[in-house]
């Protein structure tokens, strides 16, 4: 039987978990509610996951884990820094599995994660320097410069709390006027309900009143594009991506987030190197596929 | 004899060179008005430079060449792609060297090639994750994440174009209100004669007038320092650096610029790591024992 490994992407309501082959062939998935103890994200549900996923395996052999976690993962010494959403602090989680699944175990950052396999099987191979930028309920990014995905302990990369409304609303990571309080879905909701009056909660609906014209929603999402358009010209000045690959739920709105951002970076660039603005390919099996990555690295 | 590499630091009106040990000792060190054939800096002249270094090092071997020069240099390829200074569009200079020399060449970007000297012997070394950031004619940085020094095929590193002002003062590379526009020892002696009325040409006055409490200078000075720790804290945000060595001209006023510029920055943190923030070491000696490096690293 071929050989599996069992990768794991974690978020603060549902795990989802699957088997991948050494291809990257996406073997079976599964999605579990994520339970929790005192707050904190139980870590004996992901040592069950991996039992789970080895039964489902079957008679392959399963030689690796990888597992894609938020907030601040410390990826080279295996540990979750700060994980707000999962309750966790400073946990060594890679020993922790490492032990008790009796196989390698690589641990990462759910969206360098997700990075990982954009850069790898997704929208943006082939290159030395790239972004992957999911834009959701938050704004995070993967980026890699030289072939080199940054880490930097587990820090690199948040971009959504970039400032490109100075004086603007307060975000939850207590900057004014960051990037998400401008673009993210969720800040994309709040700030079309409260200009409009109309009680919205999903970015997806405003993105549909664009299409229709309406202006409230225009203007809202021309200050999300503005801001989106101001943070990556940033990261562009600095990083000089080749290739920036959209991900999340926002960029499922397509040619109406695309479009416009394309049109707006090109406005703000001057002597940088230009890249080619694209959407992510692999969707929400990114953190999965780019976990399985990091698991058969492990498992080399 | 001990062996010996030959170091070449190339600017605009002046080229520094230097003889450089393993220990990364400076043995000699000239200092020659830079040549230009056609507008162009003269190859030639680097050759010939090198052949001195090599006469006054006598009986000990020089084993290796290190280049650093102004502008988009890609150091992997040792091609100048766009050195603007120095009148060079895609010039492959390692290779033109290392076939005049015989020895091996390395070219590195003189800011870039700066912080590595920075962070090997300079003000930040034993961490994985640094800025050098010279403030002078113009402003750019040095960037180590996880122990790599960003690149970026020459492009990577360009705070000084970072929207710093948006609507501001037009710059050179095309953009509103970058840092440089704010910040730069030209700049910063530009905006203090334009608002004194006074003809400055040196922003080592403007911060003798700062110290002395004059009221322009006070104030073009603290728009010079908000502008450098909203472009750092930008820089945080994505890069996380453990230090940041601030160098340069501007980096000689000492506390007039590092003091009010750490509070500037404590203000703006918020989640970010914090990073020290110290003066550069090497001061003007950073490229030479930089391309010295790189040159060691070339001839092993």
């Given at each position: 039987?071929?050989?599996?490994?069992?990768?794991?992407?974690i978020?603060?309501t549902?795990?989802?978990?699957?088997?991948?082959?050494?291809d990257?062939h996406?073997?079976?998935?599964?999605?579990?509610?994520?339970r929790?103890?005192?707050?904190?994200v139980?870590?004996?549900q992901?040592?069950e996951?991996?039992?789970?996923l080895?039964?489902?395996?079957g008679?392959?052999?399963?030689?690796?884990v990888?597992?894609?976690?938020?907030?601040?993962?410390?990826?080279?010494?295996?540990?979750?820094?700060?994980?707000?959403?999962?309750?966790?602090?400073?946990?060594?989680?890679?020993d922790?599995?490492t032990?008790?699944?009796?196989?390698?175990?690589?641990?990462?950052?759910?969206?360098?994660?997700?990075?990982?396999?954009?850069?790898?099987?997704?929208?943006?191979?082939g290159?030395?320097n790239a972004?992957?930028?999911?834009?959701?309920?938050?704004i995070a990014?993967?980026?890699?410069?030289?072939?080199h995905?940054?880490?930097?302990?587990?820090?690199?990369?948040?971009?959504?709390?970039?400032?490109?409304?100075?004086?603007g609303?307060?975000?939850?990571?207590?900057?004014?006027?960051c990037?998400?309080t401008?673009?993210s879905?969720?800040?994309?909701?709040?700030?079309?309900?409260e200009r409009?009056g109309?009680?919205?909660?999903r970015?997806?609906?405003?993105?549909?009143?664009?299409?229709a014209?309406?202006?409230?929603?225009?203007?809202v999402?021309?200050?999300?594009?503005?801001?989106?358009?101001?943070?990556?010209t940033?990261?562009?000045?600095l990083?000089?991506?080749?290739?920036?690959?959209?991900?999340?739920?926002?960029?499922?709105?397509?040619?109406?987030?695309?479009?416009?951002?394309?049109?707006?970076?090109?406005?703000?660039?001057?002597f940088?190197?230009?890249p080619?603005?694209v959407?992510?390919?692999?969707?929400?099996?990114?953190?999965c596929?780019?976990?399985?990555?990091?698991?058969?690295?492990a498992?080399a």
């Amino acid at each position: 039987m071929d050989r599996l490994v069992a990768a794991i992407d974690i978020g603060g309501t549902s795990i989802k978990s699957a088997l991948v082959a050494e291809d990257l062939h996406v073997v079976h998935t599964l999605r579990t509610p994520t339970r929790r103890v005192g707050g904190a994200v139980d870590v004996a549900q992901i040592v069950e996951l991996i039992d789970e996923l080895r039964g489902r395996a079957g008679e392959a052999p399963v030689v690796g884990v990888g597992v894609a976690a938020p907030g601040i993962i410390d990826e080279r010494l295996g540990i979750a820094r700060a994980a707000v959403n999962l309750g966790w602090r400073d946990l060594p989680l890679r020993d922790r599995l490492t032990e008790a699944a009796g196989i390698p175990v690589a641990l990462g950052h759910d969206v360098r994660t997700g990075g990982l396999a954009e850069f790898t099987v997704g929208a943006a191979t082939g290159v030395r320097n790239a972004m992957f930028m999911p834009i959701g309920t938050g704004i995070a990014a993967a980026v890699l410069v030289d072939g080199h995905r940054l880490d930097a302990d587990g820090y690199a990369g948040e971009i959504g709390h970039i400032v490109v409304d100075p004086g603007g609303q307060v975000c939850g990571c207590g900057t004014l006027g960051c990037l998400e309080t401008v673009a993210s879905a969720a800040f994309i909701a709040r700030n079309y309900s409260e200009r409009s009056g109309k009680d919205v909660d999903r970015a997806a609906d405003v993105a549909a009143a664009v299409v229709a014209g309406e202006p409230d929603a225009v203007a809202v999402w021309a200050r999300a594009v503005d801001g989106l358009a101001a943070a990556l010209t940033t990261a562009i000045t600095l990083l000089a991506p080749e290739v920036i690959a959209i991900g999340g739920g926002l960029s499922e709105s397509g040619d109406t987030l695309m479009k416009p951002l394309r049109a707006a970076l090109e406005g703000r660039l001057a002597f940088q190197r230009v890249p080619r603005l694209v959407r992510a390919r692999l969707g929400d099996n990114a953190g999965c596929i780019g976990a399985g990555i990091l698991a058969w690295r492990a498992a080399a």
